[in-house]
């Protein structure tokens, strides 16, 4: 379980196939304090360290993980989200995250407001009961809150702190992103479609 809060960026150098499994190499200020075996949110993909050495570490996407993510598009030199799991003793100051992406988005327009910005991503309509204004999203396993909410698009606004410290700073329009919608509107919209 996770936030939604990033705690740094991480830097891929290194992609394997093998199969249908991708392997990424990873480097990130986290590496000390990182072990095998950890859950570590990936652009809010949830993905188990499989392995440490010399100051990287090593995490795979299995096929389901690399159809319903944007992780297949990773290269090296690609920066991406990280976020630790949630400590049962800390704040949450984010939402609930379980780092079980839904689906990808697309970024339809960046708007600088002088101080912040202004993002529109698009979604498959099939997820449009799961999202609602000023609602939690989380994009790319960054806790924000929706709004403007349409059937197929929702906008978020970005603070300068967010900006700065993860990886929206590069995000260009028409590129894609992971989404994990709310885990309550999930909830609630399974238990009316069982009626």
């Not at 990936?42 to 100051?55: F, Y």
């Not at 939402?95 to 079980?100: A, I, K, S």
């Not at 529109?120 to 989380?138: M, N, R, V, W």
Request: net charge positive.
């Amino acid at each position: 379980m996770f936030t939604g809060i990033i705690e740094t960026i991480g830097k891929v150098t290194k992609v394997t196939s093998a199969g249908t499994n991708k392997s990424f190499w990873v480097e990130s200020s986290l590496y000390p304090e990182l072990k095998v075996d950890q859950s570590l949110a990936h652009n809010g993909v949830c993905l188990t360290i499989e392995e440490l050495k010399d100051g990287l570490y090593r995490v795979t996407a299995v096929q389901e993980t690399l159809e319903k993510t944007n992780i297949g598009e990773w290269q090296t030199s690609s920066l991406i989200n990280l976020e630790r799991s949630l400590l049962p003793s800390s704040r949450l100051d984010g939402h609930f995250v379980q780092g079980h992406v839904d689906g990808i988005g697309t970024c339809k327009k960046i708007k600088n407001r002088e101080g912040s910005w202004e993002l529109e991503f698009e979604f498959d309509k099939k997820f449009a009961s799961l999202i609602i204004e000023k609602g939690s999203i989380c994009v790319n396993g960054i806790s924000l809150t929706a709004f403007n909410v349409k059937k197929k698009s929702f906008k978020v606004a970005i603070i300068p702190y967010t900006w700065v410290h993860t990886n929206l700073q590069y995000l260009q329009e028409g590129k894609t992103v992971n989404l994990e919608f709310d885990l309550i509107g999930k909830y609630i919209t399974r238990k009316l479609s069982l009626k």
